[in-house]
């Protein structure tokens, strides 16, 4: 009972966040969206921390997923190194931000694809990573949390050598990512 209250994470607003990221030059720094965490039953949709990238031009970041079966099947049907104009994200509830409506470039394309969770594959669903104003985000038709660094390696995004890497997810990331 003493300690009661005393467990929790502490919270930022999503530009506090951004700023102690910044503030750190060794990165890659993990931003988790808790508040958007598929494994918490959300939509995974939110565009409110990416948006605050965008804002504040950060760039050399990665985002792992936002939930959005048919930006994905857009990106297919495109293909890999097709620049288009493209909205996603924010479609399933108020409060998760507004969708995201910008000229991408498709970098990758990724059919079944799964990240790992100890000796677990979970799956992604297909996914296609796209490139915004310098960040790369991992759009997907399945929703689930980030778990591992995985999530960003099987769609050929390389987490160690961005500078912030914004993860959905409130718990389980955790354990792997606190390596970096």
């Known amino acids: 009972f003493s300690l009661r209250g005393q467990g929790m994470p502490k919270f930022m607003t999503p530009d506090a966040a951004i700023d ?3 503030a750190n030059s060794k990165g890659p720094v993990v931003i988790a969206d808790f508040w958007d965490n598929p494994g918490g039953g959300v939509a995974g949709d939110s565009t409110v921390i990416l948006r605050a990238l965008l804002d504040r031009g950060v760039r050399d970041a990665a985002l792992a997923m936002i939930w959005d079966p048919m930006a994905v099947r857009f990106c297919t049907i495109a293909g890999e190194g097709a620049v288009v104009p493209l909205r996603f994200g924010a479609k399933c509830a108020p409060g998760c931000g507004d969708p995201i409506d910008a000229t991408v470039l498709i970098k990758r ?20 990573v796209i490139e915004i104003e310098g960040i ?6 399945s929703r689930t949390q980030a778990l ?3 999530v960003f390696s099987a769609v ?12 959905k997810s409130s718990n389980h990331f955790y354990a792997d990512f606190s390596k970096l």
Not at 109 to 128: P, R, W
Not at 136 to 141: A, D, I
Not at 160 to 166: M, N
């Open 136 to 141: 790369e985000v991992v759009l997907t038709t």
């Open 148 to 150: 591992e660094r995985t």
């Open 109 to 128: 394309v990724v059919h079944d694809a799964y990240q790992t969770f100890g000796a677990s594959l979970v799956s992604m669903g297909n996914c296609a």
């Open 156 to 167: 050929g995004i390389d987490p160690t050598i961005k500078s912030i890497l914004v993860v």
């Open 20 to 22: 102690k990221a910044l």
